[in-house]
C-alpha cells in the first residue's frame, strides 16, 4: 500500500514528516511511503541515515501555509506540497494522503483534487477525543464544515460509525448526537430535524449526548456540525493545557510540593498522555473517493507514524469503499 505524505505541512515540518516516515517504514515493510516536498531539504534531513527502499521523494517547489487562504492556494499553488500530493493520490499512484499543513487548504485539496464519494454531500473531519476509558469518541464534525444541514449530520454518524467498526474493530459503536440535552426535541432546528434522521440510519443510535459526559465514554461516535464541535475540541484542549500549568504551579511553590511532585511524576505523566493527541495520530477526511488523514499541525514524528499506522488499517480494511457501499446501497 502507497501512503504520500504531505512532507511541508505542519509546524515542525519537514524534520517531523520525515521522521515520522523513517519509524513507519521501519515498523511496516508493506508500507511504501512518498514524501513530496522540497527534495534538497528531505534529502538533507535523510543523509547519513538508512534509507530504506519503500521510502522515496517527490519533488514539490512550493507550500501551503497557515496564512493561505484555502481554495485560493489550492487553485494557484499547482506545485504545493500539499496539492501535488492530492493529485498523486487522484491519479492513482498512491492509496492515501496524510498531512499535518492548513486544515482549510486540505479540506479544499480533497473536495477540489481528490473529489467526494458518490452520495456524499459534505466531508467531515473525524478526530479522536481521549475519554477516561482510554477508548476515546470518534467526533465528526470538528471544522470541516462550520454550516450543516440535518442529512449532513445522519450521513457523518454513518460515516463515523463504520470507522469505529473498520478502523478500531468496535463491533456495534454507539451514535450520540451532541445536544444541550439528552431528552428527544431538545436543541436547535438543526439537531431537532437530524434526530429521526439518524434514528433510520443503519446504526446503533443511541439519542442526544451532552457535551459534560463526552470524556466519561457515554458513546463511540458523536455527531455534531463542525462550528460546535470545532469549539468543543478546543475547548477540551484549553481546559487540558490549563491544568497541566495550574499543577505545575502548584507543585513548584515549595520544597514539599517539588518531593510531592517527583513522587506523583509516573501518574501525572499517565494523564498527561492519556490527553496526547500524538497518540492517536490523525483525524481522517471522511466522505473521499480516496483515505485522506489531518494530523494535527504541531505533529511530531511520533504522530506522524501513528497517523501511518491508523491509515495503513483504514486501507487493510477497506475503509473508502465499505462507507461507498453503505451511501450508495450497493
Not at 513530496?36 to 531539504?41: L, P, T
Not at 487562504?69 to 500539499?82: C, F, T
Not at 478502523?167 to 432546528?189: D, H, S, T, W, Y
Not at 466519561?216 to 468543543?232: H, K, P, S, T
Request: hydrophobic share 45%.
Amino acid at each position: 500500500m502507497r501512503i504520500v505524505i504531505d512532507a511541508m505541512g505542519g509546524d515542525h515540518a519537514p524534520q517531523s514528516n520525515v521522521d515520522g516516515a523513517l519509524a513507519a517504514t521501519a515498523e511496516w515493510k508493506d508500507v511504501e511511503i512518498i514524501l513530496v516536498g522540497d527534495q534538497a531539504q528531505i534529502e538533507l534531513l535523510l543523509s547519513g541515515k538508512d534509507v530504506p527502499s519503500n521510502l522515496s521523494i517527490q519533488h514539490a517547489s512550493e507550500v501551503v501555509t497557515s496564512e493561505d487562504e484555502p481554495v485560493k492556494a489550492v487553485r494557484h499553488k499547482k506545485d504545493a506540497s500539499m496539492v501535488v500530493a492530492g493529485r498523486l493520490l487522484k491519479e492513482g499512484k498512491a492509496d492515501a494522503m496524510i498531512s499535518a499543513g492548513n486544515t482549510g487548504a486540505l479540506m479544499a485539496t480533497g473536495l477540489l483534487i481528490v473529489g467526494r464519494m458518490a452520495g456524499i454531500e459534505r466531508p467531515a473531519l473525524a478526530p479522536i477525543i481521549p475519554t477516561l476509558d482510554d477508548v476515546g469518541v470518534l467526533a465528526l464534525d470538528l471544522g470541516a464544515n462550520m454550516d450543516s444541514k440535518p442529512q449532513h449530520l445522519a450521513q457523518f454518524g454513518l460515516m463515523g460509525s463504520l470507522y469505529r467498526q473498520k478502523v478500531q474493530g468496535i463491533a456495534k459503536p454507539r451514535v450520540g448526537l451532541l445536544n444541550v440535552g439528552v431528552e428527544p426535541g431538545k436543541g436547535n432546528e438543526l439537531t431537532k430535524e437530524a434526530y429521526p434522521l439518524l434514528q433510520e440510519m443503519p446504526i446503533h443510535f443511541i439519542g442526544n449526548v451532552e457535551a459534560r459526559d463526552i470524556m466519561v465514554g457515554n458513546c463511540d461516535v458523536l455527531v455534531c456540525d463542525g462550528f460546535a464541535g470545532n469549539i468543543l475540541l478546543k475547548s477540551i484542549e484549553g481546559t487540558a493545557g490549563a491544568m497541566f500549568t495550574l499543577l505545575k504551579e502548584q507543585f513548584s511553590q515549595s520544597l514539599k510540593s517539588k518531593i510531592g511532585a517527583a513522587i506523583l511524576m509516573p501518574q501525572l505523566k499517565g494523564i498527561k498522555k492519556k490527553l496526547d493527541y500524538s497518540e492517536t495520530g490523525g483525524a481522517p477526511l471522511l466522505g473521499l473517493r480516496s483515505l485522506v488523514m489531518k494530523s494535527h499541525g504541531s505533529s511530531n514524528g511520533n504522530a506522524i507514524k501513528n497517523a501511518v499506522g491508523q491509515t495503513r488499517i483504514a486501507l487493510k480494511n477497506e475503509l473508502v469503499s465499505s462507507i461507498s457501499k453503505e451511501i450508495s446501497g450497493k
